[in-house]
């Protein structure tokens, strides 16, 4: 099984490099209120060099229509990520790519084919999704699993839930907000360590 790996909260050069080197298939830029926050500006200066099959999230949470036109227009990302809820308030064109976040909840059958993101109740404070839950709604589902990942605990994760993706922030932190290369690169060898033990 290949496992989508997105890499949130980056905030500088170094950070970006890291992901990007150890093989991020996306990176998320926070938007929302948080150690991690960047401006629009800043996160397009982050990915003026980013290949551009790297995917660009900006990450936000209960965004005004205001606040998403702005980062819509000075980084112009390639997906948004909010909770589910939001979608419905936001106007979001056809040309971005939506990460729907459903936070320890089941899924309303509403939801489309895509990519949805299932993390738990709070964001980016190193707290599990519920994985049993996870599991289930996996089946058949490009379902990325987020919150409390750790280069310790993210085979046990993706054994248990065998999601489409796995996001991680915290996890890879040497401090709140400050993301440590050692640790990336350690949670990346995981995942794939973890991909060959349940290839299927």
Not at 137 to 152: F, I, K, S
Request: proline share 6%; net charge negative.
């Amino acid at each position: 099984m290949r496992v989508f790996v997105k890499i949130c909260g980056l905030s500088t050069p170094g950070a970006v490099s890291a992901a990007v080197t150890a093989g991020a298939d996306a990176i998320g830029f926070v938007f929302a209120e948080s150690p991690r926050r960047v401006t629009p500006k800043r996160a397009r200066e982050l990915c003026q060099d980013l290949s551009p099959v790297v995917i660009r999230v900006a990450v936000m949470r209960h965004p005004s229509a205001k606040e998403w036109r702005a980062v819509a227009e000075q980084f112009e990302p390639d997906w948004l990520q909010t909770d589910a809820g939001d979608f419905a308030g936001i106007d979001v064109a056809e040309s971005f790519g939506r990460l729907p976040v459903y936070r320890d909840s089941p899924l309303p059958g509403t939801v489309g084919d895509g990519p949805v993101l299932f993390e738990a109740a709070v964001s980016g404070q190193g707290a599990l999704a519920d994985w049993q839950m996870a599991a289930r709604l996996a089946r058949g589902r490009q379902l990325v699993l987020a919150g409390g990942l750790t280069p310790d605990n993210v085979g046990e994760a993706i054994a248990t839930v065998r999601p489409w993706g796995v996001d991680v922030s915290s996890g890879v932190e040497s401090k709140r907000g400050v993301k440590d290369p050692g640790r990336i690169a350690a949670f990346f060898q995981a995942v794939r360590e973890a991909e060959q033990a349940n290839a299927d």
